[in-house]
């Protein structure tokens, strides 16, 4: 059976020694008088929550699956599930970062996003039933009416009412212009809705009372493609004027999806017929509110595959430390035993160091992240804002794709630490792998996503942001460049720093004379992007292990640090010199190609 223990230790360190991210938080008048050891607190008792109620569902929650009946189109989630559902609500978990004005405490979003990434690590599947009810509140909160808010954003903050995100058609993904479901004026406010959407996760289930269905959709009247989409609130069950739920709304259930992974959520085929909505926003301005929501799944599906990789990592290295097999390389290190542990193998720390390092890194980017959104959203300062966002922007599609693809890498590694017994479902490395998948498929590829990156936040403005982020690192090269016991983390960084612009401009120019390269360089990209940044964290991690240890401190998570560290820049950071390559050789060896599929 798979295990799981919160690595507070690290999270208080990104936290506290890496990114000071109560200076930031206090600087914001809300968060003024947040303490660190309310913070840490809070941590600990999520922790809690991760590995002692959610984490025991895991396996047995992938093995049941969800259950519909045919004749009420209800879903029936795994045993275990609704009860803890129930202990979340009851701990206060579903209100932790919302507004007060709601109900909500009104704690910081990174303190939020690091319990969802204990969450996931105990259990992506559970954690996605209220995880997309975070997105759904935060669309209505920037988008709705007034009268919208008071009618749902209170039952969501608590938790009593979850949400979906209703997009996917059977004949349309990613390309949301081709959508056909439409949407009836009645001539007192609200619309009548018919169409069906596929691939909706949490789209129906038994864990809460009601469930808020955002829903894109197009008027009789609308313009055709993606500026026609307008988006509505489709309740599950009528919401009457008291706020009690009335008659059965128009939207069911025809179907859950048989897949590959993530078997405790119900990913369900949804058809509305006639279903009752109001509009969100305004006609044909659909999409402004959806990608409120479609912005925070990406950031929520990036900590998805971290707290993945962080689990996979602590049940391989558990493994590789009592399996034995073979003798070590360089001589017995096990006399007593017939065998040594694996874990003295140099192959099986690669894997266990990839995923160590893939973990760290993310955490590092998803926090620093997450206190961007926080500062984008509440920080007095307008240009601050301002700039939180922009760079947030630059950053997201790195976090869904880079994070996600490593995700893949470090549970496959893992699971092969296991041997056959990976493959067995009773260890629990085989569903990681599994849900870890999805995560690179969906709110959007992770093609989608280096389409993002490189052609919307980085050529579209000649680089601008990407310099920014730049600055960011010539910042760390120009105070440390002299520090001998620094070089073999800022040297690396400050070469591809420099290789970027070059990089950047090379392909910006041949996408202007063939936007096929655009396609064909895009994920390449992004891999040397994701590379550039976890670099600059991973420098900066080195950074603050270096002087606890110059100052004496005989912590030995900072020798581990720095050692995870090396192994980084040594064995990962240097795929991006393959990645560059591969981007520059171009469009035509991809499209010149018609022989090979006629």
């Given at each position: 059976m798979p295990t799981y223990t919160p690595p507070l230790r690290d999270m208080q360190f990104v936290m506290h020694e890496l990114l000071h991210v109560m200076d930031d938080l206090q600087q914001i008048p809300k968060h003024a008088e947040l303490d660190a050891d309310t913070v840490n607190a809070v941590m600990e008792e999520g922790g809690k929550f991760a590995s002692e109620v959610l984490q025991p569902l895991n396996l047995s929650g992938d093995m049941e699956g969800c259950r519909r009946d045919a004749a009420s189109h209800a879903v029936t989630t795994p045993k275990g599930f609704k009860e803890a559902y129930r202990q979340y609500i009851d701990g206060g978990w579903a209100a932790l970062a919302c507004d007060p004005d709601f109900g909500g405490q009104g704690l910081p979003l990174v303190l939020n996003q690091m319990f969802y990434e204990m969450l996931n690590s105990a259990n992506q599947a559970w954690t996605m039933y209220p995880g997309l009810t975070h997105g759904a509140y935060a669309a209505?909160?920037?988008?709705?009416?007034?009268?919208?808010?008071?009618?749902?954003?209170?039952?969501?903050?608590?938790?009593?009412?979850?949400?979906?995100?209703?997009?996917?058609?059977?004949?349309?993904?990613?390309?949301?212009?081709?959508?056909?479901?439409?949407?009836?004026?009645?001539?007192?406010?609200?619309?009548?809705?018919?169409?069906?959407?596929?691939?909706?996760?949490?789209?129906?289930?038994?864990?809460?009372?009601?469930?808020?269905?955002?829903?894109?959709?197009?008027?009789?009247?609308?313009?055709?493609?993606?500026?026609?989409?307008?988006?509505?609130?489709?309740?599950?069950?009528?919401?009457?004027?008291?706020?009690?739920?009335?008659?059965?709304?128009?939207?069911?259930?025809?179907?859950?999806?048989?897949?590959?992974?993530?078997?405790?959520?119900?990913?369900?085929?949804?058809?509305?017929?006639?279903?009752?909505?109001?509009?969100?926003?305004?006609?044909?301005?659909?999409?402004?509110?959806?990608?409120?929501?479609?912005?925070?799944?990406?950031?929520?599906?990036?900590?998805?595959?971290?707290?993945?990789?962080?689990?996979?990592?602590?049940?391989?290295?558990?493994?590789?430390?009592?399996r034995i097999q073979m003798r070590a390389l360089t001589g017995p290190k096990s006399k007593d035993q017939a065998a040594d542990p694996i874990i003295v193998h140099p192959d099986v720390r690669k894997m266990l160091l990839t995923a160590k390092a893939y973990a760290e890194g993310g955490r590092a980017l998803m926090t620093f992240c997450s206190m961007l959104l926080e500062k984008e959203h509440y920080h007095p300062d307008e240009k601050v804002r301002k700039d939180s966002g922009?760079?947030?922007?630059?950053?997201?599609?790195?976090?869904?794709?880079?994070?996600?693809?490593?995700?893949?890498?470090?549970?496959?590694?893992?699971?092969?630490?296991?041997?056959?017994?990976?493959?067995?479902?009773?260890?629990?490395?085989?569903?990681?792998?599994?849900?870890?998948?999805?995560?690179?498929?969906?709110?959007?590829?992770?093609?989608?996503?280096?389409?993002?990156?490189?052609?919307?936040?980085?050529?579209?403005?000649?680089?601008?942001?990407?310099?920014?982020?730049?600055k960011l690192i010539g910042q760390l090269v120009e105070e440390e460049g002299v520090n001998e016991k620094m070089a073999e983390f800022i040297t690396p960084i400050a070469i591809l720093g420099d290789q970027m612009t070059k990089f950047t401009t090379e392909i910006g120019f041949k996408a202007f004379q063939n936007p096929d390269e655009v396609g064909a360089a895009a994920v390449d990209y992004l891999r040397v992007a994701g590379h550039m940044v976890f670099g600059y964290f991973w420098a900066r991690m080195a950074q603050v292990a270096l002087k606890e240890i110059a100052s004496g401190n005989t912590d030995t998570f900072y020798v581990a640090k720095l050692q995870t560290a090396r192994f980084y820049f040594a064995k990962l950071f240097p795929e991006t010199a393959t990645a560059m390559r591969t981007a520059r050789s171009g469009a035509r060896v991809l499209m010149d190609t018609d022989a090979v599929f006629a």
């Open positions: 209505l909160r920037e988008h709705g009416t007034d009268a919208q808010k008071q009618t749902y954003l209170h039952k969501m903050t608590s938790g009593e009412w979850t949400g979906s995100m209703c997009l996917t058609e059977p004949h349309c993904g990613t390309d949301l212009g081709l959508m056909r479901t439409k949407a009836e004026a009645q001539g007192d406010g609200t619309y009548k809705i018919t169409g069906t959407k596929i691939f909706i996760s949490a789209g129906e289930h038994d864990m809460a009372d009601n469930i808020i269905h955002l829903v894109l959709a197009r008027l009789s009247d609308a313009p055709p493609g993606i500026k026609g989409v307008s988006l509505f609130i489709v309740p599950k069950f009528h919401v009457k004027s008291d706020g009690s739920l009335g008659a059965r709304n128009g939207i069911f259930c025809a179907g859950l999806e048989e897949k590959m992974g993530i078997h405790g959520n119900s990913t369900c085929q949804m058809v509305l017929d006639g279903a009752v909505g109001t509009l969100v926003g305004q006609p044909n301005k659909g999409m402004q509110g959806m990608f409120v929501m479609m912005n925070a799944a990406r950031l929520g599906v990036g900590n998805q595959s971290l707290g993945l990789t962080e689990v996979a990592y602590q049940n391989a290295l558990a493994y590789a430390k009592d922009e760079m947030l922007a630059l950053l997201t599609p790195i976090v869904k794709a880079f994070i996600t693809d490593n995700g893949w890498t470090a549970t496959s590694g893992c699971l092969q630490v296991f041997g056959g017994h990976g493959y067995i479902k009773q260890t629990g490395m085989e569903q990681l792998v599994r849900d870890a998948r999805i995560n690179m498929i969906y709110e959007g590829t992770n093609t989608i996503q280096s389409l993002d990156l490189l052609g919307r936040k980085v050529l579209s403005n000649n680089g601008a942001t990407l310099r920014k982020f730049g």
